[in-house]
């Protein structure tokens, strides 16, 4: 597969990488059981986006020095319509870290270490499902009208159960779970694993804490599954498919205390998610046909999850209005 990627923007990319995740790890909440504030988040959040269109003014400025104008409007362009799709989407996995959470009953202090694992192990399982990805289209072509059906319906099933919450009382991987392993029922800090006396012997228990990271992870490879196909309807570039995910991705912890206590403010938001995955698929089932242009594409994600935001805030506005109405 041809990419505009040369092994020293590979090393570059990487480097960039860590030194985000180090800053992130290290700098972004401070110590142990460290409750972010809105204003920390937001900042943060505001600096990985900016990093993250850092990196696009950096790519169109090289490429336009070595392979030309257009070449270089396209591959920033494939890159930024990747990115805002790969936020977009990522915005779902963080309001079912929110739930699981609060079903768990898990205090903002003590979220910071399944947070990092989970942001860790997303970047991993992107990685290598983005390069097996990449080599599976370079071999059958097919695969992707394989991935644009898997993304329509996906996006379909996303509007009809939009409303809908998931059953963890009776997930079956909890069941499983607690079926192998002894289980606490309280908190223990930060910590995965325990251990407790029985019958003179020391027995390991996990921790509450400790469902809802595999939760976490789980959530991070089903996520992974429904949007790694969409950046592949932008480009089949690996550079740009993988810059732009793991960059969507690096921040996502800050993005996560920032919508902590507005998730109930976008209630519409799902739907607009599942009319950009729907979009998609088609974009993808007409590949062949007809190529979608990709300023055209980032224009209708924007247009999309813009819209679902406004809706969501003015049905919110409605509401309270309506509970002040009634308590005058």
């Not at 289980?183 to 019958?199: C, P």
Request: with cysteine; charged share 15%.
């Amino acid at each position: 597969m041809e990419s505009i990627g040369t092994w020293w923007m590979w090393a570059g990319f990487f480097v960039t990488v860590l030194v985000m995740l180090a800053i992130d790890l290290f700098v972004v909440g401070g110590g142990k059981e460290h409750k972010v504030s809105f204003k920390e988040a937001a900042t943060w959040s505001c600096i990985w986006i900016g990093v993250s269109l850092g990196f696009a003014g950096l790519l169109w400025w090289y490429l336009d020095g070595t392979l030309g104008r257009e070449i270089a409007n396209q591959k920033t362009l494939e890159y930024v319509t990747g990115y805002l799709i790969e936020k977009s989407l990522a915005v779902d996995n963080v309001f079912i870290w929110l739930m699981l959470f609060s079903f768990f009953a898990i205090p903002l202090e003590l979220q910071k270490r399944v947070l990092v694992l989970g942001v860790l192990g997303a970047i991993v399982m992107r990685t290598v499902m983005i390069f097996a990805g990449v080599w599976l289209i370079a071999q059958f072509h097919w695969l992707l009208y394989v991935f644009g059906a898997f993304l329509l319906v996906t996006g379909i099933k996303m509007w009809w159960f939009a409303d809908e919450k998931p059953d963890l009382a009776n997930n079956p991987v909890i069941k499983w779970i607690k079926g192998h392993m002894k289980v606490t029922d309280a908190l223990d800090g930060e910590r995965f694993f325990v251990m407790r006396e029985e019958a003179g012997k020391m027995v390991r228990y996990a921790t509450p804490l400790f469902l809802v990271l595999v939760l976490v992870e789980l959530s991070d490879l089903i996520f992974a599954v429904d949007s790694i196909p969409a950046i592949f309807a932008i480009t089949t570039d690996p550079f740009i498919v993988l810059t732009s995910n793991v960059f969507a991705i690096l921040g996502l912890r800050a993005m996560y205390f920032l919508l902590a206590d507005m998730a109930d403010r976008f209630s519409l938001l799902k739907y607009g998610l599942a009319l950009v995955l729907m979009f998609i698929g088609v974009k993808m089932l007409l590949i062949d046909l007809y190529k979608i242009p990709v300023t055209f594409s980032l224009g209708v994600v924007a247009a999309i999850i813009a819209t679902s935001i406004v809706l969501s805030l003015r049905k919110e506005a409605r509401k309270r209005s309506a509970v002040d109405a009634d308590i005058s």
